[in-house]
């Protein structure tokens, strides 16, 4: 439900007419209760005595509904209320339908809700609107000021020209490439950002530049600089040092032989740590492939077949099939942002966490929607998870599934026609109210369902070109009659071949289910 406070009487008709030619209803509310239907728009005065009971939950931020607030007045209400959104007083009423109705209907998918609050009440994110060719168009928020560039300076100039990167070189905000650039301040000098971009067609926001072609968004990192100029210190310290300790050498050969021994002690000490971390990374490496299932049901008109290989000894790719109950199973895959021990550790807990979600939960998106409340609860670094669940039931033949920010997986058929399987749904552990959608398709004997992490996607040859979704395809296409442990292994062979490195780059991971007659 959305209320609109401080709303002027002769708006209120424009917005009646606007609103009801979309399908919402508008109630117009000055007594002392609101109406309860989840899609009505309910408008209240300053004046009205309700808006007067609803100010303490406004300042305690415990207003469940989403409130939009339209009085110069209550900015400081806005502020403390992680519901409500400030909007200008005189703001066009074209541009708050807009606004109001793609909140209505988008505010818990992706980053609309964050992206309005930035436009208009300014936040740690600095948000650049850019043309194809990487001009600004505009900048979120307006007034403020960012690496000491103004808004007014940045406008109308290129992104490379100013920070001195080009927009290509940015990464996708779901990539899980290493997201830190340099960029050029006001004062010439290099500055540490979070930066990652997002096209504007994913995300159909009002009231934009015609023109705007991606959403940047960029962060300062402070931290990173105040630890470079420490480490330059600390080298500097670390001369001096050792140009004492060398004065100190020439002139006592017996310190020196000493000193030695101790380095010659201290290099075994630390081939012997070496050693056993190899060793734990080994044990560790073994400990994951255990977290994968050892076998898969026999008796359901399912074939299944694998293949897990990890960036390093560990890595941060998970797949299971969970038997939900005697005709039902479910099939999850998931990728943790990022490699080594933590990427590792929290695919630990995704098992832990889906073993204890997915037998009652009633749909997909319901257990996606769980997991991420207890990672966005649970997770306090820069990770997410994308993920993909599926169930399918044997008795009905049907596939129920739904998406996390993973890539779409593929449905094959018998007569090589090819099923993008798609939902909407922002990955795990970013934002806890993020809505996740469930979708179903009917099973056919025959029927191929690949899941996979986005390593097989990425892999590059020499020219930089990604072996994509269409090397899978043709894969598929061009091996109809082989079995799915051969389909999996020529796979591999194929992803050898194209990739111009002599290692993978990042986790492989493929896991092919096979429907079959019906026994």
């Known amino acids: ?70 009085s110069a007045e209550d900015e400081k209400l806005s502020n403390e209320s992680g519901n409500c959104l400030y909007l200008p007083e005189n703001i066009d009423d074209k541009l708050l339908c807009g606004i109001t109705t793609w909140l209505i209907r988008y505010r818990k998918k992706n980053l609309c809700f964050e992206l309005f609050k ?55 905000t779901e990539s899980n490439e290493d997201h830190i650039r340099y960029l050029t301040n006001a004062s010439n000098k290099e500055t540490s950002c979070n930066v990652s971009r997002m096209p504007i067609s994913s995300m159909k926001i009002p009231g934009l530049p015609a023109r705007t072609e991606w959403i940047l968004l960029l962060t300062e990192i ?31 050969n017996e310190i020196l032989q000493k000193q030695a021994l101790e380095l010659k002690h201290a290099m075994e000490e630390l081939e012997k740590k070496n050693r056993q971390i190899v060793e734990e990374l080994s044990l ?12 898969f049901p026999s008796d359901l008109p399912l074939n299944f077949a694998h293949k897990y290989i990890p960036y390093a000894y560990i890595g941060g790719d998970f797949f299971d099939v969970k038997r939900l109950d005697k005709s039902r199973v479910g099939i999850v895959i998931a990728d943790v942002s990022g490699h080594g021990v933590s990427s590792a550790f929290i695919t630990t807990m995704f098992k832990s966490q889906f073993d204890n979600i997915a037998a009652d939960s009633k749909t997909p998106a319901e257990t996606l929607s769980r997991l991420n409340k207890e990672f966005s609860n649970s997770i306090h670094t820069e990770h997410y998870i994308t993920a993909f669940y599926s169930v399918i039931d044997t008795e009905t033949m049907k596939m129920y599934y739904s998406n996390a920010g993973h890539p779409n997986q593929l449905l094959f058929r018998e007569n090589s026609e090819v099923l ?27 029927d191929r369902i690949l899941y996979n992490t986005d390593g097989i996607l990425e892999t590059a040859n020499e020219e930089g070109k990604q072996f994509g979704k269409e090397g899978v395809i043709r894969i598929f296409r061009e091996n109809l009659d082989k079995d799915i442990d051969d389909l999996s292994n020529m796979i591999l062979s194929e992803l050898v071949m194209f990739m111009a490195e002599t290692t993978f780059q990042d986790d492989i991971t493929i896991l092919i289910t096979e429907v079959i007659e019906n026994l």
Do not use: H, W
């Not at 560790?284 to 076998?295: I, M, N, R, T, W």
């Open 1 to 70: 439900m959305l209320i609109l406070l401080g709303m002027k009487k002769e708006n209120i008709d424009f917005l009646l007419k606007k609103y009801s030619s979309i399908g919402d209803k508008i109630k117009i509310r000055t007594g002392n209760k609101l109406s309860s239907a989840e899609k009505n728009i309910n408008v209240l005065r300053q004046c009205d005595p309700l808006f007067k009971k609803l100010e303490p939950s406004l300042k305690k931020g415990n207003v469940e509904n989403l409130v939009i607030i339209l």
């Open 118 to 172: 930035s436009f208009f009440q300014g936040g740690d994110i600095q948000i650049l609107l850019t043309d194809k060719d990487g001009k600004i168009l505009s900048c979120i928020p307006v007034k403020t000021n960012f690496l000491g560039y103004t808004s007014k300076d940045l406008k109308n100039k290129y992104f490379k020209e100013v920070f001195g990167i080009s927009v290509e070189d940015i990464p996708f």
């Open 222 to 252: 402070s931290e990173i600089k105040k630890l470079e100029d420490k480490s330059s210190r600390l080298n500097v310290i670390q001369d001096n040092i050792l140009r004492e300790r060398t004065i100190e050498l020439e002139s006592a």
């Open 284 to 295: 560790a490496s073994e400990l994951q492939k255990s977290l994968l299932p050892k076998e």
């Open 420 to 446: 993008e399987l798609s939902t909407m749904g922002f990955f795990l552990g970013m934002f806890e109210g993020t809505e996740y959608e469930d979708k179903e398709i009917d099973l056919l004997p025959g």
